[in-house]
């Protein structure tokens, strides 16, 4: 059975700081693509970041010099270290592994539970 679980969230000041890690078990972690997704109340949920198996990343504009995902594929754990945050990041944030089995199609997707992120201002 496959799990993920996030941790690291929670209350933040504008402009401050927080890292969310995702560690996954009852899967081959190296292989697959990992994504961090957040979803605001009344909102979508939408792609943070991402990183693939080989290493290449992947920012939403309305993140990019400031997010940072990273793996680390001995602790089957994937992280975003979350700078100057801002109020507009708050929101749940997902953990998503899936295995990419050619450009663009992916199966095996699986979700954790979300950890919230608050930023007051």
């Known amino acids: 059975q496959v799990q993920l679980v996030e941790s690291g969230g929670g209350l933040v000041q504008a402009g401050g700081s927080l890292r969310l890690s995702c560690t996954a078990s009852?899967?081959?972690?190296?292989?697959?693509?990992m994504g961090w997704y957040r979803q605001a109340p009344g909102k979508q949920r939408d792609l943070v970041a991402s990183?693939?198996?080989?290493?290449?990343?992947n920012y939403a504009d309305s993140v990019k010099g400031r997010f940072t995902i990273s793996r680390d594929n001995a602790r089957n754990t994937v992280y975003l270290q979350m700078n100057s945050l801002k109020p507009d990041d708050a929101a749940v944030y997902y953990c998503?592994?899936?295995?990419?089995?050619?450009?663009?199609?992916?199966?095996?997707?699986?979700w954790g539970q979300g950890t919230q992120v608050t930023v007051s201002s």
């Open positions: 990183i693939t198996s080989g290493g290449n990343t």
């Open positions: 998503n592994s899936k295995y990419r089995t050619r450009p663009g199609i992916y199966i095996n997707s699986y």
């Open positions: 009852g899967t081959r972690f190296s292989i697959n693509d």
